[in-house]
């Protein structure tokens, strides 16, 4: 019964995510929109027919690693140094006016300074799932607009890094602290990240694309991906 009980939020997912393709299509939105909208409805805040817990959390951290591993080998490093004034010029800038915007709006209605620049440049963060989803639906990928759009997402997605550390350490000293604990604790993930994929993960995959094996590909890919998420949570 408790092994039952364990697996019930995975049956529930996967039955509530068929459903959100069969319906996403008919309705001219993206799946990844009808996925989220899935799971706003059987959530905490809707019908409860899910709950946080062990099983969920895993599976919730799962599909964020997989989603940036399959965005990951779409776009190279050599894409990433090709789209270097997007990434370097329109990514800040862009996050720059809607945080700074946001945040403004939170000082306003009463918050903290810290807390406000945390949650203003937090909804300045376009969703990479739905973005990369929809660019691929419409064959936009390798366009200009594909590629820029890919730039500020990269841009965001380190970004992202940032902003959680230094929403975890905000409350253990000051702003002026904190922000430059999270900027080198980011600063040594993003470069640890592009060593081991040089290196190790990259040669690795283009060695085992060679032998056309899609079985041991995919499972390669599972193998890192749960590797990763180990580590992350030791």
């Known amino acids: 019964m408790e092994q039952a009980h364990a697996v019930a939020p995975a049956v529930i997912l996967l039955a509530t995510g068929l459903v959100a393709i069969l319906l996403a299509r008919p309705l001219g939105i993206s799946p990844i929109v009808g996925f989220l909208a899935a799971g706003v409805v059987i959530g905490p805040y809707g019908l409860r027919a899910i709950e946080e817990g062990p099983t969920t959390r895993l599976l919730a951290e799962l599909g964020v690693v997989f989603l940036l591993f399959d965005i990951g080998l779409h776009f190279s490093l050599a894409q990433v140094v090709a789209s270097r004034r997007d990434l370097l010029g329109l990514g800040p800038v862009q996050l720059a006016l809607c945080g700074l915007g946001a945040a403004a709006c939170g000082r306003a209605l009463g918050l903290e300074l810290p ?33 820029s759009a890919t730039a500020v997402l990269i841009f965001q997605d380190v970004a992202a890094i940032f902003l959680l550390a230094f929403a975890a350490l ?8 904190a922000a430059l604990d999270a900027l080198w604790k980011t600063a040594l993930a993003v470069g640890l990240a592009v060593t081991l994929g040089r290196v190790v993960v990259g040669p690795a995959f283009r060695g085992l694309a060679r032998t056309r094996n899609e079985e041991v590909f995919t ?11 180990g580590l992350r949570v030791n």
């Open 115 to 147: 807390l406000a620049i945390v949650l203003g440049f937090a909804l300045a963060l376009s969703s990479t799932a739905v973005v990369s989803r929809v660019l691929a639906e419409r064959n936009l990928t390798t366009c200009p607009l594909g590629r």
């Open 170 to 177: 905000l409350g253990r000293g000051s702003a002026g602290s």
């Open 219 to 229: 499972a390669a890919a599972l193998f890192v991906v749960i590797i990763e998420r």
